[in-house]
């Protein structure tokens, strides 16, 4: 285990337009660790994860990001990907006329060049991702299919789990990767999930709710209100929020 | 010696007929001169770059294009005027045709039986058939560049399938300019008669080597003549070099059930226009004109039909989609007349855009001419720009910025390319359809 932090945000502020959203945010998350964000609609949590993803029309007003201690922000979209970061996206995107297949297989190779790698042999990949997208309930169908088209809410989020299983990125940001699963995808879904974790990656959890905890469990709960993080603590927190609701966290407003 | 209309001595000046035609679009020629900002049919797309007088035309003595010394860019290995092997040759068994420098070379594969192909001028000597089609469909008082063309009238290929004959590879006429010597000019005349239950598939490539930044000019005008119950798909890839100017015209005429697919991807050129004048003569003529460009640049690249419905339960369908980039302008110009007669028609046309930069153009003109009570016609347009979602998440992945929109670029042009019903050549053109969005041409 390295000991540069594996991600250090230090007084993020960012906006939208005109709108303060992120608000002097700071976190640090270390190899090895699973840290969970909750937080109400419209706190800024999809917000952070764009800008660490870098996202165009997010200003960053203030702050720093280092990404295995080097600063991230500074960093083009892909350079980012490339270097290990990867969001599963609360909305992910439809794109007609380009097959998933396709599609991670311009991805994989894109980071394999990055990384001096020799591409993947497609009958070789092919079979990894049928194998892989077995386990999360995606079947050889929808694989040739344009991502995300017409996929129904539950089907996206396993889509985007198998990206995650593909693409093995060392930190990975979960925003509402629960979202849209009924109990038995929610549960292959963790899973994969599960599987990917070890001593080297992290991962950041948005969800709003206890149940996806109870499955992926994290070293650290943060209530995120306001643009910052409003209290840490450990699973227990989430237990507390599933009960009592952010009121004693929003009461200022 | 100069200009677009020189004095030069063609083959088959003893036969009157032939004369007499070159003669007419001499004059119908000089009577219209080139088009200008007037003349409302080449409004978007000005023939610039043709007015100067330092043409040669190919194959007569001043074109030098087939001596040696002048190919400085193959390195000694120059072999003008012999077959040639081009990289950008077909990926599937074909007939192939090749025109070097816009002339015809010797045929060197057998003909299935029922198929004539020969050098034009042959024909026009050896088919009785010639004479009773050639130019006879052409309104050269209408098209300057068609009057021009038939002023020249020589080189050309003639292709003709008899009764109920079906070929089962595709004809592929490979038009390639050796652009080792500038400002070469080329008048290609294509005489295409496909009889009764004909079925065949004739694929134009026009590409060339050398360099790229010679300016050449090439026009050229098919006749095509689909009989009764007769099929022919008509692929084209218009791949010119950066400076080239490539101005052609498909003039069809399909009878009773006769069926026409054509598909043609323009990428090359400095200015460009492919036009087809289709007339559905007869009842249940049905045809499919479709088309994608994509362009970058200073180009100018023009799409232009014109569809006849003259008959009744006759069909037509267009898409055509652009991808447009740097200084680029696209134009297409669709006009679907319905003539009085002509009921329980169909037309349907679509132009879609991309536009890769601010600077890109466009230009879209659709046209109806309805003169016919129950008919189904339909046109729309719509431009665009790359989806900024698309490639945030693409890049989100790790998918370079130009990689990303190379995908969804082929991914938009998909579409269209998936209408063509052959599969080699559907595949064939996928592969073709790769422009580069980062580096600009000059
Ligand atoms: N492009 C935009 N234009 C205007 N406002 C925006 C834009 N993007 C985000 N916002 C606003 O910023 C705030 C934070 O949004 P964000 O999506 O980050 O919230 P969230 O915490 O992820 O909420 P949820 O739990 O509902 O997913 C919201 O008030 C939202 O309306
Ligand atoms: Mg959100």
Request: aromatic share 8%; net charge negative; hydrophobic share 35%.
């Amino acid at each position: 285990m390295s000991n540069t932090p594996l991600l250090e945000i230090e007084d993020l502020s960012a906006r939208v337009k005109d709108k303060e959203i992120i608000k002097g945010f700071n976190l640090t998350i270390n190899e090895g660790e699973v840290h969970a964000i909750m937080g109400p609609n419209g706190a800024g949590k999809s917000t952070l994860s764009y800008v660490l993803c870098g996202k165009s029309g997010y200003e960053v007003t203030s702050g720093h990001v280092r990404f295995k201690g080097k600063d991230l922000l500074s960093m083009s979209v892909e350079e980012r990907a490339r270097e290990g970061l990867f969001l599963i996206m609360q909305y992910p995107v439809e794109i007609p006329g380009v097959a998933v297949t396709t599609f991670l297989k311009h991805a994989v190779n894109a980071q394999r060049k990055y990384h001096n790698q020799p591409e993947l042999d497609t009958m070789d990949f092919m079979k990894l991702l049928r194998e892989e997208g077995r386990k999360l309930g995606i079947s050889a169908d929808m694989l040739k299919r344009p991502i995300n088209v017409g996929f129904s809410g539950g089907e996206k989020k396993r889509l985007e789990t198998l990206q995650l299983t593909i693409l093995k990125p060392q930190f990975a940001i979960l925003d509402e990767a629960d979202s849209g699963l009924d109990i038995d995808a929610l549960k292959v879904v963790s899973e994969g999930i599960n599987a990917e974790r070890n001593e080297h990656n992290a991962m950041l959890v948005i969800t709003h709710y206890q149940r996806l905890l109870n499955d992926i469990v994290p070293d650290f709960v943060h209530v995120y209100a306001d643009g910052h993080i409003v209290k840490s603590g450990g699973k227990e927190l989430a237990a507390e929020i599933e009960k009592n609701g952010y009121a004693e966290f929003t009461k200022e407003k | 010696m100069g200009g677009l209309l020189q004095e030069v001595a063609l083959a088959g000046d003893d036969i009157p007929w032939l004369e007499g035609q070159r003669e007419k679009g001499r004059e119908l020629f000089l009577a219209q001169g080139l088009p200008t900002a007037k003349t409302e049919a080449w409004k978007y797309t000005r023939p610039r770059d043709l007015m100067t007088e330092d043409f040669i035309l190919t194959g007569t003595d001043e074109d030098e294009s087939h001596e040696e010394e002048h190919c400085n860019y193959h390195q000694g290995e120059c072999r003008c005027g012999h077959h040639h092997e081009s990289q950008k040759a077909l990926s599937f068994p074909s007939y192939e045709i090749r025109f070097e420098n816009g002339i015809m070379q010797a045929i060197d594969f057998e003909l299935p039986k029922g198929v004539t192909i020969k050098p034009l001028i042959e024909a026009i000597y050896e088919e009785d058939a010639v004479k009773s089609y050639l130019g006879k469909e052409i309104d050269m008082a209408h098209y300057p560049f068609a009057a021009l063309n038939t002023a020249y009238m020589e080189e050309g290929v003639y292709i003709a399938v008899e009764r109920d004959v079906s070929l089962t590879k595709p004809i592929a006429i490979i038009n390639h300019t050796h652009a080792c010597r500038q400002n070469l000019m080329a008048h290609l005349r294509n005489l295409i008669i496909l009889e009764r239950g004909a079925q065949a598939t004739i694929i134009e490539n026009f590409n060339y080597s050398g360099n790229e930044k010679s300016r050449y000019f090439n026009n050229i005008v098919n006749e095509i003549y689909i009989g009764r119950g007769a099929c022919l798909r008509h692929y084209k890839l218009q791949d010119e070099a950066y400076k080239a100017v490539h101005i052609a015209l498909s003039r069809v005429k399909v009878r009773e059930n006769g069926f026409y697919e054509s598909f043609c991807l323009q990428k090359g050129a400095n200015l460009a226009r492919n036009e087809s004048k289709i007339s559905l003569k007869e009842e249940q003529a049905e045809a499919f004109v479709n088309a994608a460009y994509m362009i970058n640049g200073w180009a100018t690249v023009d799409t232009t039909t014109d569809i006849e419905h003259l008959s009744a339960h006759s069909k037509s369908h267009q898409l055509v989609k652009g991808v447009v980039g740097g200084n680029a302008k696209g134009v297409f110009q669709g006009k679907i007349h319905i003539a009085p007669n002509a009921v329980k028609t169909e037309g349907s046309q679509l132009h879609k855009a991309l536009l890769l930069s601010d600077e890109a153009e466009i230009d879209c003109k659709p046209e109806l001419e309805i003169y016919a009570d129950d008919v189904k016609c339909s046109h729309g347009a719509a431009s665009g720009e790359l989806d900024k979602e698309q490639l945030f998440y693409m890049r989100s992945r790790g998918i370079g910025e130009e990689e990303a929109k190379q995908i969804l670029i082929d991914a938009y042009l998909t579409e269209v390319i998936n209408t063509i019903s052959n599969e080699d050549v559907k595949n064939w053109f996928s592969d073709s359809a790769n422009i580069n969005t980062g580096e600009e041409k000059c």
